[in-house]
Structure formats: C-alpha cells, structure tokens
C-alpha cells in the first residue's frame, strides 16, 4: 500500500511541476492543482495507512493511535481541499480577465513567434 501512494505522490508531483513550466495560463493552474493533490496525499499518509481497522470503538475496548488512523491529518487535508478549491475558481477568473485583456492566455501576455 505505501508503494502505490509512494507513486501517486511523485507521479502527481512530477505533473505538476511539468505543467508548472509551461508557458500557457490554463496549464500553470493545473499544475498548480497537482502539487496541491500530492502535498494533501503525503499529509493525509502521515497519519497512518490503515487498512481493514474499525472505524469506531467496540464497547469496553480501549483506544490506541497503534490501532487507529491519526484524525488531525485527516482533518488538516479537508480543509486544504476546500481552500485549494477557492484558490483554483479565483485563478480561473483571473485567467479569463486576463485572456479578456490581453487576448492570449500566455503566462507573459504575448504569443511566441514560431
């Protein structure tokens, strides 16, 4: 199991920064959605990859984080979806004000002559 989340994370890292160093708007915030998604997946693996265990306590059974995945992480990568989210709508709209201004969607505002 760590090795298949091992992947992703690189797998969406390496994307993410090949689409970082493109020069159209569209693909920089992608690549920037990216990073987002293996920086909220290595969080999320810090508080233990857990498979099969109880989601709640059985009656009279006492809790241990030896058996149980750590909340706090769980609960550090809600919020970062939700606010990587507002992020991603704000880029976009500052994507399309600036493709209304300077009518091309290039990070540096001009077409590359080929």
Request: hydrophobic content about 55%; overall charge neutral; glycine content about 12%.
């Amino acid at each position: 199991m760590e090795l298949v989340v091992s992947l992703a994370i690189g797998v969406l890292t390496g994307s993410g920064v090949w689409l970082l160093l493109r020069s159209r708007t569209f693909q920089v915030i992608i690549g920037l959605s990216l990073l987002s998604y293996a920086v909220n997946l290595f969080i999320f693996s810090t508080g233990g990859l857990r498979t099969g265990a109880a989601a709640i306590l059985a009656p009279g059974q006492e809790g241990s984080l030896a058996h149980f995945a750590d909340p706090l992480p769980q609960a550090l990568v809600l919020t970062a979806i939700v606010i990587g989210f507002a992020t991603t709508a704000l880029l976009l709209v500052v994507l399309l004000a600036a493709r209304g201004l300077t009518g091309t969607d290039h990070v540096d505002g001009r077409e590359r002559d080929r």
